[in-house]
């Protein structure tokens, strides 16, 4: 389900808990702050072709952690996710893929909007980032052939989130990140061709990395909250041999603090 049907799925949920009565929230008040724990789960669609020009496909469980805080008159964020599996194949051949990823989002208050009876608090901000992915193709080798691929993006890009505060315990968020112009490093068949790394600077249409996510958060005691979501990750590196992931996971989490 594509994020904004989601969000909005979140947004009829929440129709019947109204804010009347209580004073109206602001942004330090709304902003997701706390520490998050979060697994999830969803499919994985990959196409390396420097090992092969088949597409591949299959199941990749992540788990995630975040720190956020409202500090002065902005929110910072940092978040490392770690998504990893052999279960991806293409026919009888299977791969086994891990990324990583390491975020800082800079998130500043840019107004409000109505949404009839709510309002929606908007953040935009800079959002700097890493990210690597390992593809390890599961075939026979001799002697020290590997087939084996690493590309890496080290990114500048920006970051925007929305909040609708649905009752006094319920929130619905969404976030959007994406790269902007990133440094990529690409490295292949390390141990048996001795193949020198490969460093190019790349914009958003050779270097893409993006997230979009939609999450309902249910905070039923002050210092802790449950959250449930959808994030799809789109990430390519297009100017050497295409490397192309895509996943969609369906995503829990669990948030300490406030």
């Not at 791969?95 to 840019?110: C, G, K, M, R, S």
């Not at 009752?167 to 068949?189: E, K, N, P, Y």
Request: glycine share 10%; charged share 15%; hydrophobic share 45%.
């Amino acid at each position: 389900m594509p994020a904004h049907k989601f969000l909005a799925l979140l947004l009829c949920l929440g129709a019947t808990t109204g804010l009347q009565g209580q004073t109206p929230p602001t942004h330090r008040q709304v902003f997701p702050a706390g520490a998050a724990f979060t697994w999830g789960v969803g499919p994985v669609s990959l196409q390396d072709e420097y090992i092969s020009g088949e597409r591949y496909s299959g199941s990749l469980p992540s788990f995630s952690a975040r720190w956020a805080r409202f500090h002065g008159r902005s929110g910072f964020r940092v978040g490392m996710e770690l998504p990893s599996s052999s279960d991806v194949w293409s026919h009888r051949v299977s791969t086994a893929v891990t990324e990583f990823a390491l975020d800082l989002d800079f998130l500043y208050p840019a107004g409000s909007i109505s949404l009839g009876s709510r309002r929606a608090f908007l953040f935009v901000g800079p959002s700097p980032g890493i990210s690597f992915l390992v593809n390890d193709q599961q075939i026979a080798s001799h002697g020290m052939e590997v087939a084996l691929s690493f590309a890496g993006l080290f990114s500048l890009g920006a970051a925007g989130e929305v909040v609708v505060p649905l009752s006094s315990r319920i929130q619905a968020v969404g976030t959007l990140r994406a790269a902007l112009f990133s440094a990529a490093l690409r490295m292949v068949d390390l141990v048996e061709e001795e193949e020198e790394p490969s460093l190019k600077l790349l914009g958003p249409h050779s270097g893409t990395r993006a997230v979009a996510s939609a999450a309902l958060r249910y905070r039923p005691l002050d210092w802790a909250a449950l959250e449930v979501g959808y994030q799809g990750r789109p990430w390519r590196v297009t100017v050497w041999d295409r490397l192309v992931s895509s996943r969609d996971h369906l995503t829990f989490a669990v948030v300490l603090g406030r």
